[in-house]
């Protein structure tokens, strides 16, 4: 058979491509002020980040940051997402954020203690869940 050839690539490994390749195509959408929207459901935890005008530029969930299963709705989880979100901004630049909070999952507080954590200012905290204010009418009376 004969030797195999073992190619070598020097300068690292192939995540410090990966991030660069995102750092450097994320560039062109630079600016100061967000909005962070955390969405917690009992099933997992959704952050994206927005401009003023609401314009997305990062997002990331607990399934994307590698969570499977049940333990993707948990508040470690969330801290994690919202770890490498707050990374992320802090290459575009972001420094201010409004953050809104929508939803009833157990990963609202720790993401939001997460990103404030990375040194962002924040602005506003706002809950935006869903209330009925009365609920759905009940059945009607069983005939027999």
Do not use: C
Not at 33 to 46: A, F, Q
Not at 102 to 121: M, P
């Amino acid at each position: 058979m004969g030797k195999k050839r073992i190619i070598k690539k020097s300068g690292g490994e192939a995540g410090e491509e990966i991030k660069n390749r995102v750092s450097s195509r994320s560039t062109k959408k630079r600016f100061t002020k967000g909005v962070l929207y955390i969405e917690s459901t009992y099933n997992n935890t959704k952050l994206t980040l927005t401009d003023e005008q609401g314009n997305v530029a990062l997002w990331g969930t607990a399934g994307s940051a590698g969570f499977k299963g049940a333990k993707k709705s948990t508040p470690y989880a969330a801290s994690k997402v919202a770890g490498l979100l707050g990374e992320k901004a802090r290459n575009l630049g972001v420094t201010e954020i409004e953050i809104i909070v929508k939803g009833v999952g157990s990963g609202r507080e720790s993401a939001i203690r997460a990103f404030g954590a990375s040194g962002f200012d924040i602005g506003r905290i706002t809950d935006k869940t869903p209330i009925p204010h009365n609920g759905t009418k009940p059945p009607k009376p069983r005939r027999v």
